[in-house]
């Protein structure tokens, strides 16, 4: 399983990163639309001013230029004419920022100290900006006086606003600014506080024991965390279950050791003051085959642990199952002479599905178990043929059969059943449905299809793609 | 005396077999529960070993219906299953004993034995009998103190008369005694064993009565 990077960080730095970053970002988005509004605003009303102080102007002037008109002759270049020392001082408070002309014609009446050079005045009535040398941008307001041929100019520095709206923007910001430690370390401590009920579930989880295999309860937890409750309590519920499986597997197998083992121990103690030089024999002969028993029951045991730890999947080798087949036939031939049990073969050339070693214990264990189950002058009918998604085998035997209600369960381990042979471990099913579901195929028990009686094992292997 | 094994393991019960043989018993062996059931009602038995995990029907289910069709017979279970709940689950469904394998032979002869015992309300395994005693357990007899050498069939015959002393035994029952169910019995055995017995013994210990068979009486004659 593959984990998103994120998640080998703290969850709570991560969260707190995040909400910092958002708190950064609503600051910022504050102050820039602090910052436009203002110069909006401080545009409107520096505007307005420029304007009003034109009109002013030119008020001031009327008398002077009508009586310029009345003489006919050019307004004099006296500023002292036109306006007054006082009209003067005020505006030279400001000198620095504003600027002011009057023109006539092309020619120039008027004109403040400051402002940008200017050939010939702007035609046409409102605002213009003008470039200055230092970097000084001027906005110009200019008014025609109608009736006369008078232009009226005012402007003033653009960065005079541009203060005022910093100024404006810094105000608007500064407290904001000023609040980020403190928002900053209450998002921390609250996430810390929202994160603790994860602290003391992981401090709960981790301080079991390992037996200790019972469910969480849901109350005491936040509502938000129990999704992940269910899922914990799921995950334990299942390894509940495998444990109890691996207990119940675990006294089964000592039950079936026992056996063989009372035997070994019995027959030992019974030869050493047995003088029956035929029973001494039978005795002996009895200690092997129970030593025998015990260690097939061995073998079957870790036959099958082995196969439970491996997972279906891509085999490493590709073996072939008639190859197979006919090798389990050939090593129980024997077995079956003595027993007066015929066997039979019938099916494809080769038949290429899956690792050589599976195939053997499916098809051993397959043929042993009919084996133990046909009556003599039986016949164990085998065959192995293609089949839509892969390979076919089949093992029918003339024995007593499975009944359909005891078919689910013959496939547990240590499964005896209602027609079991008291030499049966129990477990050859068990070990052929293991060896199948690794090898992804697909096991049925079933009666026989030509009517007579006998248990049909079919199993079938998907072609197998070596890995 | 007569023990039923039921046992699905061919070489443990075969084992058992001839170990309780070599003990002075009779041993008749079955594999399932339902041979065991049949076995129990044919023949009566001083004594059944069973196995729990039999083929067909649970040995539990065996014990709990020799119980329910009132066999007081004494039942010890021999089984692989040692949780403490299943020793529970034997004993109260009717076992006189629970013994776990793999068992040792020596204190399973004992148990046997102790079973017996005190069904028969003994409180030794030496039974007493006019200056003979016979040792159970180590399978001697003795004649005034003086040790007496008797062949496996005597000894079977003295002990079941000194068992069920003071009442007559049935030829047939002697027969049932010394013998499996499916051994041949010549005609002539018990009395042959009864007249060795008393050679070896002395002529008045063992009493015979036409129509009711022999008995070795509380006092002597």
Known sequence: MKHPRQRRRSLLSALYGRVALLLVAVILGVGVIAFFTAQDRVNDVYDGQLVIGANVLRALMTDEIREADGRGVPLAIDDSDILSPEDRKAFDDYAEWRMFRIWRGDVLLLRSDTGPAAASPHRGEGFTEVSAPHHRRWRIYTLQVPGHDVVVQVGERTDIRAVLVRSIAFGTMLPLLLLVPLVAGLLWFSLRDGLSALRLLMTELSGRGMRDLSTLPLEPWPRDLHPLIKSINRLIRRINRAVQRERRFLDSAAHQLRTPLASVKLQTQLIADEDDPQQRAAISRRLAESVDRAAAMTDSLLTLARLEARTAGAAERCGDLRTEVVAALADLAPAAARAHVGLSYEGAASAPCGDPTLLRLVAANLIENALDHSPPRGEIEVSVQPSPAGYRLMVQDGGPGIPPHERSKATQRFYRGETARPNGSGLGLSIVAEAVRVLNGRLILRDRADGRQGLCVIVDLPITNVS | ?221
């Open chain 2, 1 to 221: 005396m007569r023990v039923l094994i039921v046992e699905d393991d061919p070489f443990l019960r075969a084992g058992l077999v001839r170990a309780l043989e070599r003990g002075g018993y009779v041993a008749d062996a079955v594999v399932t529960g339902e041979e065991a059931l049949a076995a129990a009602t044919a023949q009566t038995y001083d004594l059944i070993l069973l196995d729990l995990g039999l083929p067909e029907i649970p040995g539990l289910e065996v014990l709990r219906t020799l119980r329910d069709r009132r066999q007081t017979v004494p039942i010890i279970i021999l089984t692989a299953q040692d949780a403490p709940e299943q020793k529970v689950d034997g004993l109260d469904g009717g076992a006189d004993d629970y013994v776990v394998k793999p068992f040792d032979l020596g204190e399973l002869l004992a148990r046997i034995r102790a079973q017996i015992r005190s069904r028969e309300r003994r409180s030794s395994d030496q039974l007493q009998a006019h200056g003979i005693v016979l040792d159970l357990a180590a399978r001697t007899v003795t004649r005034d103190g003086a040790p007496m050498s008797l062949t496996a069939r005597e000894l079977r015959i003295l002990t079941v008369l000194m068992r069920r002393q003071g009442q007559f035994v049935s030829k047939a029952e002697l027969e049932s005694a010394l013998y499996d169910a499916d051994a041949e019995i010549e005609s002539n055995t018990i009395e042959a064993a009864i007249y060795s017995v008393r050679r070896k013994l002395g002529a008045e210990l063992i009493l015979t009565a036409r129509g009711l068979g022999y008995t070795i009486p509380r006092r002597p004659g």
